[in-house]
C-alpha cells in the first residue's frame, strides 16, 4: 500500500508560481515512479508529468513543457510540481499519484495508488 498527500495548492494570478508537494509514505518510495494528473470541472483526468524512481528521467505535456518542472527527493519521501508561468487553463485539482512499475506512462489508468488532490486556480 501507499498513501500520497498532496499540499501547496491555491490561487495565483495568471503569470504566478506555486509549488506542489505530495509526501508519499507505505512502500518504499525510492523503488516507484511518481505522476502528477489534473482534472478540470466537465473534463476528463489528464497527465501532467512523470518521474522515475530515481529522478534521472522525467516527461512531461506538451501543455506544461517548459513551465513545470517535477522532481522528487527520495530522502523525503516527497515529489515535487514546481508551476511557473501559470495560466488560466491550469486551473484543475492536480493530483500525486504512484506507478509501482515505474513506467513514466501518461496513462491514469496504470496509476496504482492516488493522493486526494488539491485545487489550484488560476485567475486573469
Known amino acids: 500500500q501507499v498513501q500520497l498527500v498532496e499540499s501547496g495548492g491555491g490561487l495565483v494570478q495568471a503569470g504566478g508560481s506555486l509549488r506542489l508537494s505530495c509526501a508519499a509514505s507505505g512502500r518504499t518510495f525510492s523503488r516507484y515512479g511518481m505522476g502528477w494528473f489534473r482534472q478540470a470541472p466537465g473534463k476528463e483526468r489528464e497527465f501532467v508529468a512523470a518521474?522515475?524512481?530515481?529522478?534521472?528521467?522525467?516527461y512531461y505535456a506538451d501543455s506544461v513543457k517548459g513551465r513545470f518542472t517535477i522532481s522528487r527527493d527520495n530522502a523525503k519521501n516527497t515529489v515535487y510540481l514546481q508551476m511557473n508561468t501559470l495560466k488560466p487553463e491550469d486551473t484543475a485539482v492536480y493530483y500525486c499519484?504512484?506507478?509501482?512499475?515505474?513506467?513514466?506512462?501518461?496513462?491514469?489508468?496504470?496509476?496504482?495508488?492516488w493522493g486526494q488532490g488539491t485545487q489550484v486556480t488560476v485567475s486573469s
Open positions: 499519484a504512484a506507478d509501482l512499475r515505474n513506467s513514466l506512462s501518461t496513462q491514469f489508468r496504470l496509476y496504482d495508488y
Open positions: 518521474i522515475n524512481w530515481s529522478g534521472g528521467s522525467t
